[in-house]
Nanobody, 123 residues
Framework: QVQLVESGGDSVQVGGSLSLICSASGDTQSLNYLGWFRQVPGKEREGVAGIIKATGSSQYVDSVKGRFTISVDNSKNIVMLEMNNLKTEDTGMYYC????????????????WGHGTQVTVYE
């Protein structure tokens, strides 16, 4: 089993920055792919960024490319999401996700979820 705990969500003005952190514990050696999803009420959970744990190879949804950066610190079992030039459409609950296999943008393939951290971007 793996436990994921997110932190770093906040309210920020348009154009601002936030850094989200996901701390993993438990059987982290079994994990191969990590990522962040976001969700707003009434909409499906959307994959935002994903990363291969061993290589650091990353993927991003088009709407955040050039603004968001996902990274992993395997020594600390942490996956981070640095978010710059935030827009109102980035508002949502951000969930850390992990799995033994690749799941990019497919929430049904995720094995473990965090409880989420709220990001609100206002004008």
């Amino acid at each position: 089993q793996v436990q994921l705990v997110e932190s770093g969500g906040d309210s920020v003005q348009v154009g601002g920055s936030l850094s989200l952190i996901c701390s993993a514990s438990g059987d982290t050696q079994s994990l191969n792919y990590l990522g962040w999803f976001r969700q707003v009420p009434g909409k499906e959970r959307e994959g935002v960024a994903g990363i291969i744990k061993a290589t650091g190879s990353s993927q991003y949804v088009d709407s955040v490319k050039g603004r968001f950066t996902i990274s992993v610190d395997n020594s600390k079992n942490i996956v981070m999401l640095e978010m710059n030039n935030l827009k109102t459409e980035d508002t949502g609950m951000y969930y850390c996700a992990a799995a033994r296999t690749w799941f990019w943008r497919s929430p049904q393939l995720v094995h473990y979820w965090g409880h989420g951290t709220q990001v609100t971007v206002y004008e």
